[in-house]
C-alpha cells in the first residue's frame, strides 16, 4: 500500500471531488460530529469515488502521522498532541496548530514481502533520512504483502524521492532467507 499526501492534484480524486465533498459532509451531518479528527477512506476510479471505511475521532491510519509530520515540516508528536486536544479539548489545550502552512508532498509506503513468512528482523539503510515504523513483532508469521492489512512489516514516510530510494535499501529477514522489502507504488 502507498499513499500520497496531498492527493489534491490526482487526476481522479479531481474528477470525483463533488462526490467526495458530498460524502463527506452528508457523513458528518448525518452522525452529529462535532469536533475532532476523523478517518475516512474512500475508492476512488474513473467510474467513481466509493466510501470504504470511517472512523470518527481518531486520524487516518497506516503512516498518515507521519506524513503530516513531514508535509507540514514538524514531528509526529505534535501531530498527535494536536489531534488529541482538537478531539478531546476542543483544541484549547495547545496554541499549536501544525496545519497552518502549505504542505509539501510526501509518500508513505507499508512495505511486508512477496511471499508470506516469518520475519526474523530487518536491516534498514545506515542513514535514513524517512520516518520509520515497525508494525510487526519479529519471530511472527507474515501472509504474502497484498493479502490483508496484516501483512505489513513496517512503514516508511517522508519525501517521495527519498522514501522511494531508502525502501530498496531495506532487507527482511525470514527463515527462508534475506529478501528486499516488498510494497506496491503505481
Known amino acids: 500500500m502507498a499513499n500520497d499526501f496531498p492527493a489534491d492534484s490526482d487526476a481522479r480524486i479531481i474528477a470525483q471531488a463533488s462526490i ?9 451531518s448525518r452522525s452529529g460530529f462535532n469536533n475532532g479528527y476523523f478517518h475516512y477512506e474512500i475508492l476512488v476510479s474513473e467510474k467513481g469515488a466509493y466510501a470504504i471505511d470511517a472512523n470518527f475521532g481518531r486520524i487516518g491510519g497506516g503512516a498518515l502521522i507521519e506524513q503530516f509530520a513531514h508535509s507540514y515540516g514538524t514531528t509526529v508528536s505534535k501531530v498527535a498532541a494536536h489531534v488529541l486536544d482538537v478531539g478531546l479539548f476542543n483544541g484549547r489545550r495547545s496554541s499549536i496548530n501544525p496545519f497552518l502552512k502549505k504542505p509539501v508532498p510526501s509518500l508513505s509506503l507499508m512495505y511486508g514481502i512477496e511471499a508470506e513468512g516469518v520475519v526474523e528482523g530487518v536491516t534498514l539503510p545506515q542513514v535514513l533520512s524517512s520516518l520509520h515504523t515497525f508494525t510487526t513483532k519479529f519471530g511472527t508469521f507474515v501472509p504474502a504483502m497484498g493479502n490483508t492489512d496484516y501483512c505489513w512489516i513496517g512503514t516508511l514516510a517522508g519525501d517521495p524521492e527519498t522514501v522511494l530510494k531508502e525502501i530498496k535499501e531495506i532487507q527482511v529477514k525470514t527463515k527462508a532467507g534475506i529478501v528486499p522489502a516488498f510494497y506496491v507504488h503505481k
Request: proline content about 0%; aromatic content about 0%; charged content about 20%.
Open 20 to 28: 467526495i465533498e458530498a460524502g463527506v459532509k452528508a457523513l458528518i
